[in-house]
Every structure is written in structure tokens, then in C-alpha cells.
């Protein structure tokens, strides 16, 4: 017998992903909010609903894209290593996930660049 989930029971987690009203850039994989909003922050920007897309997957299940943010003002120096979405109401850490390790060095005008990245969760086999 095969195994299923309908898309409302992965879209449910992929919801809880698109209720992030942060994303970070980190210098180290946090396991708490503190951790990724403060201790390991580099670099932020608020989060609105329009900036998660969710969707069928590209290879199965469904998928949530988050959108790319450009000119994000450098807070701390550092080299940002993980990206970290938050929802700042209730101090939850919401996803952790590795990105590109980039050197960030904060004069009080320099930004960054998050680029589009995807959170897939593929149908039961």
C-alpha cells in the first residue's frame, strides 16, 4: 500500500515557515531565537506575508519560496555562514538553513544580498 499526504498537510508546515516576520544572516548555525536575532546576527530584514510562495515542489510535495532581498544594511562584521527566519511576535525560530559563507564587514552603509531560496518537503514514499 502506498503512503500520501495531501498538499493541506504540507502546505501546513510550510506555513508555519511563511508566518517569519525576519530573516537573518548568521555566523553560526542558531538553535534559539536569542541565537539567531542577536548572538550569531549579522545582518536583517522584516518579512511580509507577499514574500513566501507556495507551491507545488520542483521534484514532489510542495514548496515554499522565499523571496530574494537586496541592500540589507550590515548591523555587525562577521561572515555570515546560515540563514535564519524568525517570527519576531513570539521570539520564535522558526528555519535555519546553510548558505554561502560570505565575509560582511559593517561601516554604517554597507549591504548585502539574500538571494531566492526554497524550503521543499517531498510527498511520502
Same mark, same amino acid.
Given at each position: 500500500?502506498?503512503?500520501?499526504? $495531501? *498538499?493541506?498537510? &504540507? *502546505?501546513?508546515?510550510?506555513a508555519v +515557515?511563511?508566518?517569519?516576520t525576519r530573516? +537573518?544572516?548568521?555566523?553560526?548555525? $542558531?538553535?534559539? =531565537?536569542?541565537?539567531?536575532? !542577536?548572538?550569531?546576527? &549579522?545582518? *536583517?530584514?522584516?518579512?511580509? $506575508?507577499?514574500? =513566501?510562495?507556495?507551491?507545488?515542489? *520542483?521534484?514532489?510535495?510542495?514548496?515554499?519560496?522565499?523571496? !530574494?532581498?537586496?541592500?540589507? &544594511?550590515?548591523?555587525?562584521?562577521?561572515? !555570515? #555562514?546560515?540563514?535564519?527566519?524568525?517570527?519576531?511576535?513570539?521570539?520564535?525560530?522558526?528555519?535555519? #538553513?546553510?548558505?554561502?559563507?560570505?565575509? &560582511?564587514? !559593517?561601516?554604517?552603509?554597507? #549591504?548585502?544580498? =539574500?538571494?531566492?531560496?526554497?524550503?521543499?518537503?517531498?510527498?511520502?514514499?
Amino acid at each position: 500500500m502506498a503512503k500520501a499526504s $495531501p *498538499d493541506i498537510v &504540507l *502546505d501546513g508546515a510550510l506555513a508555519v +515557515i511563511s508566518s517569519a516576520t525576519r530573516m +537573518i544572516a548568521c555566523t553560526a548555525q $542558531p538553535t534559539t =531565537f536569542t541565537e539567531a536575532n !542577536a548572538t550569531f546576527a &549579522l545582518a *536583517d530584514v522584516t518579512m511580509a $506575508p507577499g514574500d =513566501f510562495t507556495v507551491a507545488n515542489g *520542483d521534484v514532489s510535495g510542495r514548496k515554499v519560496t522565499v523571496a !530574494a532581498k537586496s541592500g540589507v &544594511l550590515i548591523d555587525t562584521t562577521g561572515t !555570515a #555562514t546560515h540563514t535564519a527566519l524568525v517570527r519576531v511576535s513570539d521570539s520564535t525560530l522558526i528555519y535555519v #538553513t546553510t548558505t554561502t559563507s560570505q565575509a &560582511l564587514t !559593517a561601516n554604517g552603509s554597507n #549591504t548585502m544580498n =539574500f538571494p531566492s531560496w526554497k524550503v521543499e518537503i517531498a510527498d511520502p514514499v
